[in-house]
């Protein structure tokens, strides 16, 4: 294992769905190579709580430079996050989205065709929590039916793997699918690079396509579904590594 010391620390934020876990088989390669990883929050709440909750993981967790890296919604997140914060040179977007002010998750979900998230009965796809009676259709907790996650997220990756991420399943309020990207977003002033899953059934893989090219980032398709990170750890972490590099 070679020293850390020179090496930019790997910041990974989760998308909707999910948590920590849906990394597991990265941090532990980057791990291996020798990075410092740090799993930042991202409590699936909304685009601005998620921004700030992620933006003050950075401010407190970090003294040196750091590469920032989402999946799926994550990539709203740290577009928001890193805006600003000297210490992030790199992002990457593994099967993410790069918004521009005023797109939101399910706006850029549903522009192409593809996903199998954009059906005209949601609750084919979703079950859903109201955590109140008097709750807004934002604050409703939102989750891919467990008989439907392996098809939708992670086509591909072995049942049994695939059952374990299910049944891990973070709630997602209705607020982080869609409500907008409002501002600036920090990729247009940080390199950043693209992971783009060829058999992404809940992000079509031509709108992921379309947001790297837009971002200008340096892009590498793989053949993996949604979770290309699960089923294909080395490619990915490849890409990161590739990122951290150009940032030292």
Excluded: C
Excluded at 115 to 140: C, H, I, K, M, R
Excluded at 180 to 186: D, K, M, N, R
Excluded at 225 to 243: C, F, K, N, W
Aim: charged share 15%; hydrophobic share 45%; no cysteine.
């Amino acid at each position: 294992m070679t020293s850390t010391t020179d090496k930019p620390t790997i910041v990974l934020v989760h998308g909707a769905w999910a948590d920590g876990l849906s990394f597991a088989a990265l941090t532990e390669r980057l791990q291996r190579h020798g990075h410092t990883v740090l799993l930042a929050p991202n409590p699936l709440r909304g685009v601005a709580h998620d921004t700030k909750a992620v933006s003050d993981f950075l401010a407190q967790a970090t003294t040196g430079p750091v590469v920032l890296a989402a999946h799926s919604y994550g990539g709203m997140v740290i577009s928001g996050a890193a805006l600003g914060n000297p210490l992030v040179r790199a992002l990457v977007f593994i099967d993410a989205y790069a918004p521009v002010d005023g797109e939101s998750a399910s706006t850029l979900s549903n522009e192409r065709p593809g996903s199998l998230l954009n059906v005209p009965d949601p609750t084919t796809v979703f079950d859903f929590v109201v955590p109140a009676a008097d709750a807004t259709q934002g604050e409703y907790d939102s989750y891919i039916k467990r008989d439907r996650f392996h098809e939708i997220f992670a086509d591909g990756i072995p049942a049994h793997e695939a059952a374990v991420l299910t049944a891990g399943q973070s709630a997602t309020a209705l607020a982080a699918l869609g409500t907008p990207f409002s501002g600036t977003p920090a990729w247009q002033s940080i390199p950043s690079w693209s992971v783009v899953g060829t058999a992404d059934r809940v992000i079509p893989p031509a709108q992921l396509r379309a947001m790297a090219s837009r971002a200008g980032s340096t892009t590498v398709e793989i053949d993996a579904p949604h979770l290309s990170m699960t089923a294909d750890p080395r490619r990915v972490g490849h890409v990161i590594e590739q990122a951290a590099a150009a940032s030292v």
